[in-house]
């Protein structure tokens, strides 16, 4: 599997349970470039984020900026590829010590069964445990994020428009006001736009769509994921800035909140 085709099959198992973003991405009426993609994973050896990004690199994938998410207790990184026209891919982890021991024995039991030999199921796993209701809402009490991996394992957890590649929107409010007034909600906490020119990067989101799920004692809709919007600014050099600004990150996370 070339890296055309991995990124491929990210994308259909994203709109999967994510039907809104095909909608949206057709709206704009011209191709889509995706500026970067994201997933959500814990700090446990076997499924960390240095896991994640050794696996990538056989993709020509490199690691380029961290980040921390002081209320979340997340840390990320994001890559960058050889080839700048593939996207740059956001990887985030759960610090599961800062957490009940609740918490990390429900996680440990679901992950006891991943295979450490097929890390592209790191990010084409989706989930392969059975989920119990009280565990999710137990899980949703101390981390919304640890809540979403729980029902959804591994998978995209959002992919971002990159505004600056439309030829028929130039700024983000024009976007958001496309998504609105075709029926979608944006994700309003912190304002509807995260960051600002001076901070290089400007980011919106749609809130994630609902999707029925069967768990063992009932069926009932939850979130799944969402669409990003970001537009970026040259820095001092003339330079499309690459990195994210943590602030912002730490209110669109929240797209995925009940």
Known sequence: ????????????????????????????????????????????????????????SSYGYKVCGDYFFEQKRLEAIHLENDNPVHPKIFLSQLLSEDFSDE????????????????????????????IDYKKYELLASESEYASWLYVWGFCPNHFTVSVNHLT??????????????NGYKLNSSGGEIKGSIEEL????????????????????????????????????????YQGFVSKSADKIFESTNK
């Open 103 to 130: 918490l990390r024995i429900i996680m440990k039991d679901v992950l006891n069964g991943m295979s450490e030999e097929e890390p592209e199921k790191l990010f084409l796993g989706g989930r392969t445990w059975n």
């Open 168 to 181: 028929s929107f130039n700024e983000l409010d024009a976007v958001n006001n496309l998504i609105k007034t």
């Open 201 to 240: 990067l400007e980011q919106s989101s749609t809130m994630a769509d609902k999707v029925r799920v069967q768990f063992t004692e009932l069926d009932t809709e939850v979130p799944s994921c969402y669409y990003e919007f970001a537009k970026r600014y040259p820095d001092t050099n003339g330079k499309l």
């Open 1 to 56: 599997m070339n890296t055309e085709q991995f990124l491929n099959k990210l994308w259909e198992n994203y709109i999967s349970y994510a039907p809104s973003a095909e909608k949206i991405s057709k709206l704009f009426g011209e191709e889509v470039t995706n500026d970067h993609i994201a997933f959500r994973t814990l700090n446990f050896d076997k499924c960390s984020i240095e896991k994640q990004a050794d696996y990538l």
